[in-house]
C-alpha cells in the first residue's frame, strides 16, 4: 500500500511540474502576442 501511495505521489507531482511547463509557455506566447498588438497598435496610432 506504502509503495503504491509514493508512486501515486511521484505521478502527481511529475503531472504537476508538466502542468507548469505548459503554463509558462501558454503565459510568454500570450505576452508575445499581447507585445506584437500593442506593437501595431502603435504603428497604426503614429500613421494616424
Known amino acids: 500500500?506504502?509503495?503504491l501511495w509514493a508512486?501515486?505521489?511521484?505521478?502527481?507531482t511529475r503531472r504537476q511540474q508538466q502542468f507548469q511547463m505548459i503554463d509558462k509557455?501558454?503565459?510568454t506566447t500570450l505576452g508575445?502576442?499581447?507585445?506584437?498588438?500593442?506593437?501595431?497598435?502603435?504603428?497604426l496610432s503614429?500613421?494616424?
Not at 508512486?7 to 502527481?12: A, I, L, S, Y
Not at 508575445?32 to 504603428?43: N, P, V
Open 46 to 48: 503614429s500613421k494616424n
Open 1 to 3: 500500500m506504502d509503495r
Open 32 to 43: 508575445t502576442m499581447q507585445q506584437k498588438h500593442s506593437e501595431q497598435l502603435a504603428a
Open 25 to 27: 509557455q501558454r503565459q
Open 7 to 12: 508512486g501515486f505521489n511521484v505521478g502527481k
